[in-house]
């Protein structure tokens, strides 16, 4: 049973450019959560994809956006590349919205924005 | 608004001995309370959760957290720490509805020999 999958795994993007990071849910799971790791922090909520819509989002601006296909995997892209959005970006999973369901996670892609 | 505290950066325990990671939340509501645990260069592993009824949850690898209401707190305990639990410890809370968790600033836990 394959778990949350994410690629890439790291990334190097000079500032001003834009990124697409993509994930593949655990199977049977069919909400996927974007999180932001900044070094040394917990995890930050971005927004959450269910029937591809966004359905929740944190205290995220619009250069933040996403996306979720048929087949339930996400992409997360950002517009605008800031330094400060050098981060782990962590993509989440759960089988429906249910705030008691606990996310399984992915490993991670690591931004480095130049 | 919710908001955990993880009051403690590193915890340093002796193998064998019992360790407990403290973890405090603030919510409007009835919360729902994770906790996770983060190796280096991987993402988040889930350990347990509390949803309702008993106060003492017990989770994976031998580690149990308890719940209490009045003095908002739930912390991860184990009753015998191994060198291999040393990670990165988050607690987590969910009170929002949705799937926004919340998390600490985590805990660095290093088990020695």
């Known amino acids: 049973d394959a778990g949350v999958t994410q690629s890439p795994t790291h990334l190097i993007k000079t500032r001003g450019q834009q990124v697409t990071l993509r994930c593949s849910p655990k199977s049977g799971h069919d909400t996927v959560s974007w999180y932001q790791q900044a070094l040394g922090q917990g995890p930050q909520f971005i927004f959450q994809y269910y029937e591809e819509e966004e359905r929740q989002r944190g205290n995220f601006p619009d250069r933040f956006s996403g996306h979720q296909f048929p087949n339930y995997s996400s992409e997360l892209n950002v517009n605008a590349l800031l330094l400060g959005d050098s981060a782990l970006y962590l993509c989440a999973s759960s089988f429906g919205r249910s705030s008691s369901y606990e996310q399984y996670f992915g490993p991670g892609t690591r931004l480095t924005v130049t | 608004a919710q908001s955990v505290a993880q009051p403690e950066d590193q915890v340093n325990v002796a193998e064998g001995n019992p360790l407990t990671v403290k973890c405090t939340y603030s919510v409007s509501g009835n919360p729902y309370l994770f906790w996770y645990v983060q190796y280096p260069n991987r993402g988040l592993q889930f350990l347990l959760k509390?949803?309702?009824?008993?106060?003492l949850v017990k989770g994976s690898y031998g580690f149990e957290a308890e719940f209490n209401k009045s003095q908002t707190s739930f912390h991860l305990k184990k009753p015998s720490a191994l060198v291999s639990d040393s990670a990165l410890y988050f607690c987590a809370v969910n009170a929002g509805g949705g799937n926004k968790l919340t998390f600490g600033t985590g805990t660095q836990l290093k088990v020695e020999l």
């Open positions: 509390y949803i309702t009824g008993d106060n």
